[in-house]
């Protein structure tokens, strides 16, 4: 079962209601859309709760999948869009919240990551400071660049994902490269 | 186009490959027992509930329909001051009149050939003529009709006032130096037969007891 691909898989879950296919394809996708996730959104925990919720949209929903789609693409535009969901109530607790403290702003690595002066050499701040760069490009630029730069997905792929025509989502990609090429400048530079 | 953008690509070759080389994130150990634990649950619900978001829709829509209903209110239950309309009251006190006379004329015929005082006793009381809910009737309730303009009727009938020169009488435009008194919107009818005929009548009855009245007077001298 492990051989088959993934319309090969959602199919045999949708007919037959295999728990193996359905766990075969959490394990193919758990990680990828983590890795989405947590670029999307710059927080380990949420992250976490984004992509089980996927997961759990995939149980319940598995047969609003139609077999013409690719299941990559479908599964992206869940965790994409609870990850959307996700930012927006963010914005608005930090909006309602009663102590505007800067603690909740900041993303929850900083708090998690304690950076050793001799990791600092090796790339780990460089990592740090180009996640803090990707959170302050705009939302819409942002998921593009990283299911193109970073998930490697074709434009045809993101058209897909975000429902948008391809020449929009390059214009985006290329947007959002120009404004992420502006926050990064000093890095690779160096 | 593909040219376009593979030349962007080019032109941001350094940060792409900053970006392919960021270290991929991976769901924790226990991240497939955690999901399997919340299916068999069934916890399908949300860590935290959202927040009720304010809606204008929400909020127009019952301030709609109370705005709605207080506008029907004010439709269909008019104010008591709507009530002391003008014509509303004059066409009621007009029919009332007309009822009352048409009652009062066949008296007056039954008066005439039974009793003489009676009569008399009409001219003394006119308030036995109307309702005694009429505005007319009631002492000190003014009519809306300008009262230069009217006349008494029993004068008229008599001659009394064939000498008094009531020079307003009929003046409905005036030079414009004082404010014409409002008399109400009066609508303007042509009286019919049957009516004129009623209150030729009640005129004739009238003059038709004061003469016996007067004869009987003078017998009585």
Same mark, same amino acid.
């Given at each position: ?12 879950? +949708? ?36 992509? +089980? ?5 995939? @149980?319940?929903? &598995? ?16 965790? *994409? ?26 993303? +929850? ?13 090796? *790339? ?7 996640? &803090?760069?990707?959170?302050?490009? &705009?939302?819409? @630029? ?12 074709? @434009? ?6 975000? *429902? ?27 | ?6 030349? =962007?690509?080019?032109? !941001?070759? =350094?940060?792409?490959?900053? $970006? %392919? ?9 226990? !991240?497939?027992?955690?999901? $399997? ?6 916890? !399908?619900?949300?860590?935290? %509930?959202?927040?009720?978001? !304010?809606?204008?829709?929400?909020? $127009? ?30 066409? %009621? ?14 008296? #007056? ?42 006349? %008494? ?20 435009? #005036? ?21 004129? =005929? ?17 004869? $009987? ?5």
């Amino acid at each position: 079962m492990t051989e088959l691909s993934d319309e090969d898989l959602i199919k045999e879950y +949708q007919d037959n209601n295999t728990p193996e296919a359905y766990d075969i394809l959490v394990k193919r996708y758990k990680d990828p859309l983590m890795n989405f996730v947590y670029r999307f959104v710059g927080d380990r925990d949420i992250c976490t709760d984004v992509v +089980q919720d996927t997961m759990i949209k995939f @149980y319940l929903n &598995k047969d609003s999948y139609r077999s013409f789609a690719k299941f990559s693409t479908w599964i992206y535009t869940i965790a *994409g869009n609870l990850a959307k969901n996700e930012l927006k109530r963010r914005r608005r607790r930090i909006i309602f919240s009663i102590d505007n403290s800067d603690d909740e702003r900041s993303p +929850q690595i900083e708090d998690k990551m304690f950076i050793a002066p001799d990791k600092a050499a090796d *790339g780990t701040i460089r990592n740090e400071i180009i996640q &803090k760069a990707l959170l302050k490009v &705009k939302t819409v @630029y942002r998921e593009v660049v990283i299911l193109r730069d970073i998930q490697d997905l074709s @434009y045809e792929e993101i058209s897909e994902i975000t *429902g948008l025509a391809i020449g929009t989502v390059k214009s985006r990609i290329n947007r959002g490269r120009a404004q992420l090429q502006k926050l990064l400048k000093h890095i690779y530079r160096e | 186009m593909k040219k376009i953008y593979n030349n =962007e690509e080019n032109k !941001f070759s =350094e940060m792409l490959k900053v $970006l %392919k080389e960021l270290p991929k994130i991976k769901a924790p150990d226990n !991240f497939e027992y955690n999901l $399997l634990t919340r299916i068999q649950n069934k916890n !399908f619900g949300k860590t935290e %509930k959202e927040r009720p978001q !304010f809606n204008w829709v929400k909020f $127009l829509a019952p301030s709609a329909v109370v705005i709605s209903a207080i506008i029907l209110f004010f439709i269909f239950f008019p104010s008591s001051q709507e009530n002391n309309n003008q014509i509303l009251q004059r066409t %009621k006190l007009q029919d009332k009149q007309s009822a009352v006379n048409n009652s009062t004329s066949t008296k #007056n015929e039954l008066n005439n050939q039974q009793s003489v005082p009676s009569s008399t006793n009409l001219q003394s009381n006119p308030s036995v003529l109307l309702g005694s809910n009429d505005r007319a009737a009631r002492p000190g309730v003014r009519s809306r009709i300008y009262d230069s303009r009217s006349i %008494k009727l029993d004068d008229y009938i008599s001659g009394a006032n064939k000498n008094q020169s009531n020079t307003n009488r009929g003046n409905i435009v #005036n030079n414009g130096e004082e404010p014409s008194q409002y008399d109400g919107l009066i609508v303007s009818e042509k009286p019919d037969k049957k009516t004129l =005929e009623r209150y030729h009548a009640v005129v004739d009855s009238i003059k038709k007891a004061q003469l016996k009245a007067d004869s $009987l007077k003078k017998v009585q001298k």
